[in-house]
């Protein structure tokens, strides 16, 4: 019974994509390299806000991409997101 009065419940969600994998960006016509995944949205609250204007669930799966080619990094929903 050690901590469970303080347990929170927790949903394993699986992403479609691997770390590693090139996909293509479906609304933004751009490829993206995924460098790390994260089963819900975990960035800042204000980036939410005034960057992901789509306003996708907070609650699957979010891609930390590399756009390809550039320096430029970046969250993505994954319903953003397809096979290359």
């Not at 995924?34 to 609250?45: H, L, N």
Request: glycine letters at 6%; charged letters at 25%; hydrophobic letters at 40%.
């Amino acid at each position: 019974l050690f901590g469970l009065l303080n347990c929170k419940r927790f949903v394993v969600l699986e992403a479609a994509f691997s770390m590693g994998q090139m996909v293509h960006h479906r609304m933004l016509e751009y490829r993206v390299i995924i460098y790390d995944v994260d089963p819900v949205f975990e960035g800042v609250e204000e980036w939410y806000e005034h960057v992901a204007r789509s306003r996708r669930p907070k609650n699957q799966p979010w891609h930390h991409v590399r756009v390809g080619g550039l320096d430029a990094r970046t969250h993505v929903a994954e319903r953003h997101l397809e096979a290359d």
